[in-house]
């Protein structure tokens, strides 16, 4: 298989240099395409350079900040169109640690369609957040999965790992998500078509250099999302 790891990055600067030879050593076979939201720093002007270095790191440098589940959009269409195999997310912040990459590629070579790293399935973890964020965590992942019937743990996980196959069947220029619900749709998209999805476990760590991107809003979108996207597919199913 040839997997392609997307990296959508903003003021990475801290993490970049380290992160993408990490998972250069865990996949050699791998590549990387950085997708960059016109960071103010250095984060560009490193990923180019290492570019420069080895043949298998690429960047696309966009000229403002368009959002994750954008960005993640555009890596795909990119690795798509260049017939990689598998495209993969993780964050570029050490969050999602690379060692555990060939564990989700080795399921999509299994057979899955979606591997989801998960904190939620048994031998997943979060050792560094409070009880009370990791609880909000879980239960929004639990009304996720009630109100999608949706039998996936963790849908807001975004270390995860696509058949190119499955990612085909998906249109893509229709999402329109960010953040934890660009994570949600696209997990519910590609298992509503029938595609085969697999959680493993991992431990999901805070990021030590830099700092978190999400925001109240985005976590708000993700709820009014799931339950529009509910409410809609159950009226679409009753018998009239």
């Not at 239960?139 to 696509?162: C, E, H």
Request: hydrophobic share 40%; with cysteine; proline share 5%.
């Amino acid at each position: 298989m040839r997997p392609l790891i997307v990296l959508p990055t903003y003021k990475e600067e801290e993490n970049i240099a380290e992160i993408i030879p990490a998972i250069l050593r865990s996949v050699p076979e791998g590549s990387v395409l950085v997708v960059d939201d016109g960071s103010p720093d250095q984060t560009a002007k490193i990923a180019l350079r290492l570019a420069d270095e080895d043949e298998r790191v690429h960047v696309i440098q966009r000229r403002c900040k368009l959002g994750l589940g954008s960005a993640y959009l555009v890596g795909f269409e990119w690795g798509l169109q260049r017939g990689f195999d598998v495209l993969v997310e993780m964050d570029s912040d050490f969050s999602h640690d690379p060692l555990e990459l060939p564990n989700l590629l080795a399921e999509v070579e299994s057979g899955a369609d979606l591997v989801i790293g998960s904190r939620y399935v048994p031998g997943g973890s979060i050792p560094d957040w409070t009880w009370f964020r990791e609880q909000l965590s879980r239960w929004g992942n639990r009304y996720a999965s009630m109100a999608l019937s949706m039998p996936v743990r963790d849908s807001t996980s975004g270390f995860r790992a696509y058949r190119a196959d499955a990612l085909r069947e998906l249109d893509l220029g229709t999402v329109r998500a960010e953040g934890y619900g660009f994570q949600i749709e696209m997990a519910y998209r590609v298992y509503r078509n029938g595609r085969k999805v697999v959680e493993v476990p991992i431990a999901f760590t805070d990021r030590v250099k830099g700092t978190s991107k999400m925001s109240g809003r985005i976590v708000w979108e993700a709820l009014l999302l799931v339950t529009w996207w509910g409410v809609r597919d159950r009226l679409r199913r009753r018998p009239r």
